[in-house]
Nanobody, 127 residues
């Protein structure tokens, strides 16, 4: 498994921006698809975005497409989530996760396809 630490959450007004970061250590970071998930209070964890190990492919939840951008820097073992035009419904605890399969050609949005998770960072968007 890989150890993941998120940062960058906070309180922002609607329409604002935040950039989340996730630092990875442990197994070879560059071999695994990385994802961001979020969990609003009292609700289930949901997929936000993912990026393939080779940076070729990305996938986004419909609710964030066009507003959020996932990137990664394999040299620095980092993955990022740039969040623009934030809405109150984006309020949640955001988690970074690493896919369980190396060199996967398919980007999965299923939480059970990810075997390493960070502790989460809270994002609160006020109206």
């Amino acid at each position: 498994q890989v150890q993941l630490v998120e940062s960058g959450g906070g309180l922002v007004q609607a329409g604002g921006s935040l950039r989340l970061s996730c630092a990875a250590s442990g197994r070879t970071f560059s071999s695994y698809t990385m994802g961001w998930f979020r969990q609003p209070s009292g609700k289930e964890r949901e997929f936000v975005a993912a990026i393939s190990w080779n940076l070729v492919s990305t996938d986004y939840a419909a609710s964030v497409k066009g507003r959020f951008t996932i990137t990664r820097d394999n040299a620095k073992n980092m993955v990022y989530l740039q969040m623009n035009s934030l809405k109150p419904e984006d309020t949640a605890n955001y988690y970074c996760a690493s896919n369980r399969r190396a060199y996967s050609v398919v980007i999965s949005s299923r939480p059970d396809e990810y075997d390493s998770w960070g502790q989460g960072t809270q994002v609160t968007v006020s109206s």
